[in-house]
């Protein structure tokens, strides 16, 4: 993979991710590897399940609550080994901060944290409503999931407003499941959506994640594709952040290449990492 040599990863998880058990380490040394230029380790932070399940009364919609400790065992962690990598790599201290705009006043916390290069906007799921990753799709009509990703642009359309992270995390995220489960939906129906969630993005200053996940896991694209990376240099736009969104040492740099690739057909000539938030760019 000499061919992303000199790039950047922005969007990895480690094994203080819920859904990862990855060494921190290995991961570090694979982006050392591949001869990436900035590579940031980005942990889940749920923040609409900040607390422990008994401060939600109970709710059993989710499988997994607390990420406050999680916030604080990832960012601690990294933070602390920055400088062991100096002169190797820029790494980069991150987080993905999930559902934002639900709660406000805790994610104002991280957003205060000092010790965090970059953040990561990203919505997994509605409100009172499970990720998008554990729904059944075995007997949901085109017309429910139509409506379930009509909510989800209405979201990102919020968290866009509140504005307080630096790059927006897969756009298209639910495609990532629509298509694994056979479910054809046309995103040109909410257009009008996501042309105000860009237009916010572009106004606020902030960047677009490139993620490069569907690549690897058979999706055969982009999340998103070069049409909303060309929609968001059109509304004004002029950051973009790549990542891979891996969660394993084997993943991290996957679909680097064919984002970038992306990138470059929307008309940008450079990517940008950020560190302590403040945006770096690099030439593609």
């Avoid at 998880?13 to 591949?34: Q, T």
Wanted: with cysteine; charged share 30%; proline share 2%.
């Amino acid at each position: 993979m000499t061919y992303i040599k000199g790039m950047e990863d922005l969007h990895t998880h480690s094994r203080f991710s819920v859904d990862s058990d990855a060494d921190v380490f290995e991961m570090i040394e694979k982006a050392v590897s591949l001869g990436l230029k900035a590579y940031a380790i980005t942990d889940h932070c749920e923040v609409n399940r900040w607390y422990t399940e008994e401060y939600y009364g109970g709710t059993k919609i989710y499988p997994y609550f607390d990420f406050k400790g999680d916030y604080e065992r990832s960012v601690s962690f990294i933070s602390g080994i920055k400088e062991r990598y100096k002169g190797r790599i820029e790494l980069l201290c991150g987080i993905e901060l999930g559902q934002a705009q639900e709660e406000p006043e805790i994610a104002q916390i991280v957003v205060d944290d000092k010790r965090i290069d970059f953040i990561l906007g990203s919505v997994h799921q509605l409100p009172k409503t499970e990720d998008f990753a554990f729904l059944e799709y075995g007997e949901m009509t085109r017309a429910e999931a139509e409506d379930l990703l009509e909510r989800y642009f209405k979201e990102i359309d919020r968290l866009c407003a509140w504005g307080k992270f630096d790059s927006l995390a897969h756009l298209t995220y639910p495609l990532r499941y629509y298509i694994k489960n056979g479910i054809e939906v046309d995103t040109a129906k909410f257009d009008g959506i996501i042309e105000s969630a860009l237009k916010r993005l572009s106004e606020n200053g902030k960047a677009l994640e490139i993620n490069g996940s569907g690549i690897r896991q058979g999706a055969g694209m982009t999340f998103p594709t070069v049409k909303y990376a060309k929609m968001f240099r059109d509304v004004g736009g002029e950051m973009i952040t790549l990542g891979s969104d891996a969660h394993y040492a084997k993943d991290v740099g996957a679909g680097i290449y064919e984002a970038a690739k992306e990138v470059k057909a929307a008309g940008f000539d450079k990517v940008v990492y950020f560190k302590e938030r403040k945006p770096i760019f690099i030439d593609i």
